[in-house]
């Protein structure tokens, strides 16, 4: 028993409102970055707010000692994923992002704002090739605020003039 697919099919659907998503429901307000610190690695930067280039790709800090706010996307503190960037290395040697990956999953990032500072948990760790790294996972929605590092990883490609890979750094934001 079925439906065949060239005759009309006439559905009821009840007149009820749908009950609210309690996730939904839990609006935070984010901060506008400031600075950045991982224990950790040792690492802390001052926060640059940047957003496209000219060619379309996500602009990047361009000095090696500072990171990246994607500031048209989500901010830290925000439902959904801010991200951050910066590099891993420059001509002259080691860049801000040069220990990422010896971070270990439940190390901390601290995000300075002007009146207030937000923790988050690492989660994830996952280095990527460039052509698969999956852009609406690492820009997109959450239900609950995270922050998304990235920088290059893998083998230096002359032709491509950047490395191979990006590895991808996740986090969720600690509750106060």
């Not at 922050?147 to 490395?163: A, H, K, N, Q």
């Amino acid at each position: 028993m079925g439906f065949a697919l060239d005759e009309p099919v006439s559905v009821r659907v009840p007149q009820t409102t749908p009950a609210e998503n309690p996730i939904n429901g839990l609006k935070r307000t984010g901060i506008k970055p400031s600075s950045l610190k991982i224990p950790a690695i040792d690492v802390e930067a001052q926060i640059q707010h940047l957003g496209v280039t000219e060619n379309g790709e996500m602009a990047v800090p361009n000095n090696i000692e500072d990171v990246s706010w994607f500031s048209p996307g989500y901010e830290p503190g925000e439902n959904g994923r801010s991200v951050i960037a910066g590099h891993v290395d420059g001509v002259d040697g080691p860049a801000i992002f040069w220990d990422l990956a010896k971070l270990q999953l439940g190390d901390e990032v601290v995000i300075q704002g002007e009146e207030k500072t937000l923790t988050f948990k690492i989660h994830t760790m996952e280095s990527v090739p460039l052509d698969l790294a999956d852009v609406t996972k690492v820009f997109g929605y959450t239900s609950s605020p995270e922050l998304v590092m990235i920088t290059c990883s893998g083998t230096y490609d002359f032709e491509r003039g950047t490395r191979e890979e990006r590895l991808i750094v996740y986090a969720s934001l600690i509750e106060e």
